[in-house]
């Protein structure tokens, strides 16, 4: 068929090769403690094929072997500070990024080969003023995927296919100016938090966020309960400073509101109500769809406050 050689026209070049302008990228990886996979992470990020691009590393104080990780890697960038935050070392990123598109990742992320060149194509063809993708769950062990099932990921909130409400922190870049127009990322968020808060800044400046599904990063979740609760523990906080600083988007209750759908393997949620077939008006429908009930939040230990910032009850 005309479909099949057209598609494999397409499928014979990378998407590198596809794009029609390559604007300089910095990607910024902010690091606290990461040496257990600040490797992989860079390893991954040298594989981009993307054809410009720097890697800027910034090392939020860590105490761990981060540090001879980076002198492995005399190519990339590596900013030394002590521990300031989170949202401090993504704004010197910030300041230091050299490209018109700053992308940022996490030390326990690794990058597929096209992200980057994804990334940039989606956001020069809608001319948003940034892009996410998803974050996906490597094969860690049942321990890590049972974490990577429970409540309070990193998702993306969309209200299209186009467009996007949020974007995680460990996936998402932004046209430089952009980021700049609105002050960067606001320094209270020292733990989590920044990317719902740059998110919501963007919007209320009249900017909008894109999303291309087909940029994706492989994630680690953490690798014990007790790591997973304290990380859920330092969601809360920064859910409590979102709530006093963007009190419209939350409920009366505390609950975040979304105007979008949050995405991701810890929101299936219990259903207490059975699917709906849905074969069109009188049956005349050319094909049935299958629309699943909402989850009954209220009937899990956990709620769904935050798309990854959990209030346990």
């Avoid at 604007?23 to 993307?50: A, E, F, I, K």
């Avoid at 980021?179 to 606001?186: P, V």
């Avoid at 969601?235 to 400073?241: H, K, M, N, S, V």
Wanted: glycine content about 10%; aromatic content about 10%; hydrophobic content about 40%.
């Amino acid at each position: 068929k005309a479909a099949y050689h057209a598609l494999r026209e397409v499928f014979k070049r990378s998407p590198a090769e596809l794009l029609t302008q390559t604007p300089r990228v910095s990607v910024v990886v902010c690091t606290y403690n990461g040496g257990r996979t600040l490797d992989q992470c860079l390893r991954s990020l040298q594989l981009l094929d993307y054809p410009d691009y720097e890697v800027i590393v910034v090392d939020d104080g860590s105490t761990d072997n981060t540090r001879e990780i980076l002198a492995r890697f005399p190519e990339v960038r590596a900013i030394h500070q002590g521990n300031r935050g989170l949202s401090f070392a993504r704004n010197v990123g910030l300041h230091a990024a050299s490209g018109t598109i700053v992308a940022y990742t996490d030390s326990d992320c690794f990058a597929d080969p096209d992200w980057l060149s994804l990334l940039v194509d989606q956001l020069q063809r809608s001319g948003a003023a940034a892009v996410g993708g998803p974050n996906l769950s490597p094969e860690d062990g049942w321990l890590a995927a049972c974490v990577a099932a429970s409540p309070g990921q990193p998702v993306h909130v969309l209200e299209s296919d186009q467009v996007a409400e949020h974007i995680p922190g460990c996936n998402m870049a932004f046209r430089r100016e952009a980021l700049r127009a609105i002050n960067g990322f606001d320094y209270q968020y020292k733990k989590a938090g920044d990317d719902v808060d740059v998110c919501w800044r963007l919007q209320q400046a009249g900017m909008w966020i894109t999303f291309a599904p087909g940029a994706f990063v492989w994630h680690h979740r953490r690798q014990t309960p007790r790591s997973y609760l304290r990380q859920q523990a330092g969601y809360g906080e920064a859910e409590a400073l979102l709530r006093f600083k963007h009190p419209d988007r939350f409920n009366g209750r505390g609950d975040g509101k979304w105007r979008g759908v949050l995405y991701g393997a810890s929101l299936q949620g219990l259903r207490l109500s059975e699917a709906i077939i849905y074969r069109g008006t009188f049956g005349t429908g050319l094909f049935q769809c299958l629309y699943q009930p909402g989850p009954a939040h209220w009937a899990m230990p956990v709620s769904y406050t935050h798309l990854t910032l959990p209030t346990i009850l």
